[in-house]
Structure formats: structure tokens, C-alpha cells
């Protein structure tokens, strides 16, 4: 299976001679291109921003699907998120309104507005995050995760161990969060992130 890793390798391929080459023109250090292209940490908006500059589709980059091929579908937005103090989760039949995007599924996603400033490393106050709950779960991504207690949370995940996990912010004011995993009743993908006009 495809990963934005290996996409982003094509790119690389197709266009530059070079990772390190590439790494140098983005002003980057080739350990920390090397970190995205083996999917240890998902890349940022500013990186992701300065890949489309040199003509990567960032839509393929990031779904799989090319920008002529993507298609915006209608995903319903049902409430809203935190990222910073949580709040008890919204009934995700409360739907307050469409916003079309282009990802290339519509089954099992939502949308949900983003309140608060965690994760101020590429989500603002505002933005809509679309949620894919086929999507899998993996070190370094954004999750929604909802816990026993109702608290909700939008952060990058991490697994501790088999029985604890650890939710992190990309604002280095939040202290991480560390959760049991019996005590999580949803962790979904965040599977992109639709900025505010």
C-alpha cells in the first residue's frame, strides 16, 4: 500500500536528482526529509506548502488521488473539536451544515470545526478537519480521540505501549496527554484539514 512517504518519494524521483538536493532547496536537514519519506513523522503544512511550490500534486501527495482525478464530495460538518481544553463529544447526527471538499471517499467521514490553538502547527481556530474512520492509525498523526469520561481531543497520536498511548500537541504550551487504552472509545484519522477563508 502506497503511503504519503512513498508519494512523496515519486515525486522526488521523477523531479530532483537528489533527497539531498532536494533537503537543500527546501532548507531542511536530509535527516528530517528522510524521517518523512519512511513515514516516521507526517510532514507539516509549511513543507507540504513549499512541495506544491515546486509542482508536486499536493492532492496525490497527501490521498492518493490526483488533482484532476479528485472530485469534491459533500462531507457533513457535526460539530466541533478542541484543541486545547476539551468538551463533552457532539452527536454526530447534530449536523450543522455540507462543506464540499476533495478526498477521494465520502463513506464514513465527517467534518469537524476546530476550536482552540494546540495545534497551531497547521490546524487554526476555525478550520474544518475532515475525519476518516477506515482510515488506520499510525505514530505521528493527527487523531480524533474521544475518552470514556466524553473529553474529546484533536492531537498527533503516539502508542506508548499495548496498553497506554500518548496524545501530543504541535504547541509546545500543552503538555502531552496519556491515556489507557480501555479508556478510549473512539480514535479516528485526521484525514485532512480545510483552512477557514
Known sequence: MKTIGSRLREFIDKEFGSYKELAEKLGIHASVLSQYLNDKVMPGSEFLKKIGELGGDLNYIIT?????????????????VFAGPSEKLIDPSNIEYYVNLPYMKEQNCF???????????????????????????????????????????????????????????????????????????VLYKVAGIWHKE
Open 64 to 80: 492518493g488521488v490526483h488533482g484532476a482525478e479528485a472530485v469534491n464530495k459533500k462531507f457533513p460538518v457535526i460539530g466541533k
Open 111 to 185: 467534518g469537524l470545526r476546530v476550536e482552540g490553538d494546540s495545534m497551531n502547527g497547521g490546524i487554526y481556530q476555525g478550520d474544518v478537519v475532515l475525519v476518516d474512520m477506515d482510515a488506520e492509525v499510525h505514530s505521528g498523526c493527527r487523531v480524533v480521540c474521544v475518552v470514556s469520561s466524553g473529553e474529546r481531543y484533536i492531537k498527533r497520536f503516539k502508542r506508548v505501549n499495548e496498553e497506554t498511548v500518548m496524545l501530543y500537541s504541535d504547541n509546545s504550551r500543552y503538555e502531552p496527554i496519556i491515556l489507557a487504552v480501555r479508556d478510549i472509545v
